[in-house]
């Protein structure tokens, strides 16, 4: 399984960004696709998440009400679309996939495939 993300960019505070992860390979039902952030000196955070199975959808609370994970089955890419972006959601996005856990949806240890990462700047 090969994961790419796409979208990410410089934008200002208040402003909007979509990112991609297009993802080539078998999605099995009982995977979870999920986006995490990584800012300068600190650990990689898991922010949303979206089951495979159902495209249940769960967020941090970081994010909530302003980030939005959705799927399109048939391209295989999940989509992060961020709106009211603050300086603090600067950090590398990267998409990943693996094994659906309801109670900890966005937690990476349960992540195994990852991309390479998409830089996002929000500037004040």
């Known amino acids: 399984v090969q994961l790419v993300e796409s979208g990410g960019g410089l934008v200002q505070a208040g402003g909007s960004l979509t990112l991609s992860c297009t993802i080539s390979?078998?999605?099995?039902?009982?995977?979870?696709i999920g986006w995490f952030r990584q800012a300068p000196g600190e650990e990689r955070a898991g922010i949303s998440a979206?089951?495979?199975?159902?495209?249940?959808?769960y967020y941090g609370d970081s994010v909530k009400g302003r980030f939005t994970i959705s799927r399109d089955k048939a391209k295989k890419t999940v989509y992060l679309r961020m709106d009211n972006l603050e300086p603090e959601d600067t950090a590398v996005y990267y998409c990943?996939?693996?094994?659906?856990?309801?109670?900890?949806?966005?937690?990476?240890?349960?992540?195994?495939?990852w991309g390479q990462g998409t830089q996002v700047t929000v500037s004040s």
């Open positions: 979206i089951s495979a199975r159902d495209s249940s959808t």
């Open positions: 990943a996939m693996g094994e659906f856990v309801k109670a900890s949806a966005i937690l990476p240890l349960w992540y195994d495939s």
């Open positions: 390979g078998l999605i099995s039902d009982d995977k979870a």
